[in-house]
């Protein structure tokens, strides 16, 4: 217990250096918060609700970013109402492993320190991103899974639900679906259950930050992890480049290294985040033959959306303008206030 509050004060020292020294004398760069939720072939009739849930989620995460000033609450919260949300394969509303158990990844880093916190496998509780922070916050270590992060979990005062809480009827339908193709294909083209969540934000300072949150793919083995936790593959921030969150598909994004490979090119060439996106996601989908999609945005507030699968939805704030697409160049646009 005791080894525990030395660790809370270094936490409190640690989020106070998070804030990056801001001289906003000559800055230009606007507030952003973008989220995705996942790509893949998203079903036409899941649109009006998907379009719903990361709109909110944009706008949650802009609204957090304005009042308190930090990008990583904005990404947590962002994050935190896709994951309340049964329409996302993230907290309430996972995909099932073949067992048909919850085991879910997630990670946080913010892009001024470099600092990160990653779970895996963690199971019965509705907030694995804000798991990922408290981890990152409140332990010596940057990545637990399993039994070590439920128990941070159950000492961070977490509610830690029913066994079997968060299997829903959506779940267990698509799990069965899952296993029919399995049978029938042997294992080929039986990957997929989009609804990853992910956010980035970027403040007047150019301080970012980046979460992804995934309940898993549905039929995984138990033990499977993907690129979502898995810092600079499916989750990266660094203020000298920006922030990244990935969805698709996950061997073939860590195997690929995905989300540094965009940030590398942004900080060593006279690529923009978008050019960046485009390069790495062709070169990955023809090297693999598998698709995926990011977002990003850049220390100076540029945006990067690509994707390379059928859809992904995403949206994101900026000022009064609420922006969100699903299908390949689609944006339609609002006005929040
Ligand atoms: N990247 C996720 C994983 O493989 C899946 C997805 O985003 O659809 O775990």
Redesign the pocket.
């Known amino acids: 217990m005791l080894q525990y509050l030395r660790i809370s004060v270094v936490s409190l020292i640690l989020s106070i250096n998070l804030r990056q020294a801001c001289n906003l004398v000559g800055t230009s760069i606007q507030p952003t918060v973008l989220v995705h939720g ?3 072939n998203i079903a036409d009739i899941k649109l009006p609700k998907i379009r719903l849930g990361v709109k909110r989620a944009a706008r949650i995460g802009h609204d957090v970013l304005q009042r308190t000033g930090s990008v990583l609450d904005a990404v947590e919260q962002a994050v935190n109402s896709l994951e309340e949300d049964i329409n996302f394969n993230a907290g309430y509303g996972s995909a099932l492993t073949y067992e048909s158990q919850v085991e879910m ?1 997630a990670a946080i880093m913010h892009g001024a320190q470099l600092e990160a916190g990653c779970v895996s496998l963690v199971r019965d509780i509705i907030h694995p991103i804000t798991l990922a922070r408290r981890i990152m916050e409140n332990t010596r270590h940057r990545y637990l899974a399993g039994e070590g992060a439920m128990r941070i979990a159950a000492a961070e005062g977490f509610d830690i639900l029913p066994k079997g809480a968060l299997v829903t009827t959506a779940s267990l339908e698509s799990l069965a679906k899952f296993k029919k193709i399995l049978n029938k294909t042997g294992g080929s083209n039986s990957y997929g ?2 609804g ?1 969540v992910g956010a980035v934000a970027v403040d007047a300072c150019g301080n970012v930050a980046a979460a992804t949150s ?1 309940g ?2 549905t039929g995984k083995l138990p033990g499977r992890i ?3 936790p898995v810092l600079g593959a ?1 989750t990266y921030a660094d203020n000298e480049s920006g922030a990244v969150s ?5 061997e073939s ?1 860590m195997r690929f290294n995905v989300v540094s490979r965009v940030l590398a090119l942004v900080h060593h060439s006279n690529c923009t985040i978008q050019q960046a996106a485009a390069q790495v996601l062709g070169e990955m989908t023809k090297r693999f033959n598998e698709t995926a999609g990011i977002i990003a945005i850049d220390h100076r507030g540029q945006l990067g959306i690509y994707f390379t699968s059928q859809r992904m939805s995403w949206a994101y704030q900026r000022g009064a303008e609420l922006h969100c697409g699903v299908d390949p160049d689609e944006d339609e646009f609002e006005n929040v206030i």
Not at 246 to 250: C, K, L, N, S, V
């Open positions: 996942g790509s893949g990844d259950s989009p990853t995934i898993g793919i993907g690129d979502s499916g990935a969805t698709g598909h996950g994004i």
